[in-house]
């Protein structure tokens, strides 16, 4: 064999080495790539101290490893982004972020009629609360489509509320004057009704507020009080207040769009098996852990005497009611009450 043909011989080899090696090596090198996230969203959700907070991280973590990593969760709270709460519906609305937790009384001075939920009082036990929020969640859908640009994914549950209170309260007339943190219009409207203030402060303000002596009393689910330590701030935690804040988890409308159908079935399925089944399970421990922890750091529990239930079943119907009729449209307000509220609880309400 000549030498030019030695030549081109061995360059032929060479060659096939090297086409060899890529073959042996590039699909290795495709595989440790990690995938890219096709979808990004934005998640909003009240306070990082807050039980359901884990129920949304797990959902994320569950969506992106359904999707595959197609889809990835940035998740922020309404303190980090320097909000209260009454903003949310036009943060959903114009896409600030692409999903967020909607508490009813944060936006009930905008949309009233979601407020039907979060009458104080209202309703007699956990199973009631329940399929009131069941029965009333398509209507919800409905006006959050309507109103707030949103799709909504699932409908959540946080604990029974009560009175982290400086001074004791254990008649109704122990109420009279009391400077009260409340997060919605229906609690004012309790509140005012027992003979106390009611004052709108933040739930990350709160703290302050009681240890300055700003407020005299804060209302919010025992263990979200618990999370923030006001057993530090207050020594008698009266009540709870028979009342199932409700929350939905709802996606800007055009985010929403933007996600194939296969991701949005995905989004939806584990919002209501994570979101929605796992709050309505864990609702009695949370009451209970946050009645028991708060008395572990020192407070004392006043539950609700009989003179006081009565009290307050009185106000709610006299008067929380009806203003909640008056802000939420009248007639129509009256009408989703009866039709989903009454047959519930008992009792139906004039126009």
Same mark, same amino acid.
């Given at each position: ?121 209202? /309703? ?33 549950? &946080? ?43 933040? /739930? ?21 009080? /618990? ?8 020594? &008698? ?99 989703? /009450? ?14």
């Amino acid at each position: 064999m000549s030498t030019s043909m030695r030549r081109i011989a061995f360059l032929l080899g060479v060659l096939g080495l090297l086409v060899l090696l890529a073959g042996v090596w590039t699909p290795a090198t495709v595989v440790a790539q990690a995938p890219k996230a096709e979808f990004k969203l934005k998640l909003m959700g009240i306070n990082r101290t807050l039980d359901p907070w884990k129920l949304f991280q797990e959902w994320a973590q569950t969506v992106e490893k359904r999707t595959n990593g197609r889809v990835q969760f940035e998740l922020t709270s309404l303190p980090e982004l320097g909000l209260g709460g009454a903003e949310t519906i036009r943060i959903v609305k114009t896409g600030v972020v692409d999903v967020a937790e909607i508490y009813g009384g944060y936006v009930a001075g905008e949309l009233p009629m979601v407020e039907i939920l979060e009458l104080p009082g209202i /309703f007699p036990d956990a199973q009631t609360a329940k399929k009131a929020v069941l029965a009333w969640k398509p209507h919800e859908t409905k006006i959050l489509d309507q109103k707030a640009n949103a799709v909504l994914l699932a409908m959540a549950l &946080y604990p029974d509320q009560a009175f982290f209170s400086k001074r004791a309260v254990r008649k109704p007339a122990d109420f009279k004057g009391l400077k009260t943190r409340v997060h919605s219009v229906a609690l004012a409207s309790l509140v005012a009704g027992l003979g106390g203030e009611p004052l709108t402060v933040p /739930f990350a303000e709160t703290y302050t507020a009681l240890e300055r002596g700003t407020l005299d009393a804060g209302i919010t689910g025992t263990k979200p009080g /618990f999370g923030l330590r006001w057993y530090e701030v207050s020594k &008698y935690l009266v009540g709870p207040i028979s009342m199932r804040p409700h929350v939905a988890l709802s996606i800007n409308k055009n985010s929403w769009r933007r996600l194939p159908p296969d991701v949005q079935q995905i989004l939806k399925e584990e919002a209501e098996r994570i979101v929605e089944g796992k709050a309505f399970d864990a609702i009695e421990v949370w009451n209970k852990e946050g009645i028991d922890k708060n008395v572990e750091k020192g407070m004392e529990h006043i539950p609700f005497s009989p003179e006081t239930l009565a009290a307050i079943k009185d106000v709610l119907r006299t008067k929380v009611v009806p203003d909640w009729v008056k802000r939420a449209g009248g007639a129509e307000a009256a009408r989703n /009450f009866n039709e989903v509220i009454a047959p519930l609880v008992g009792f139906t309400v004039n126009p």
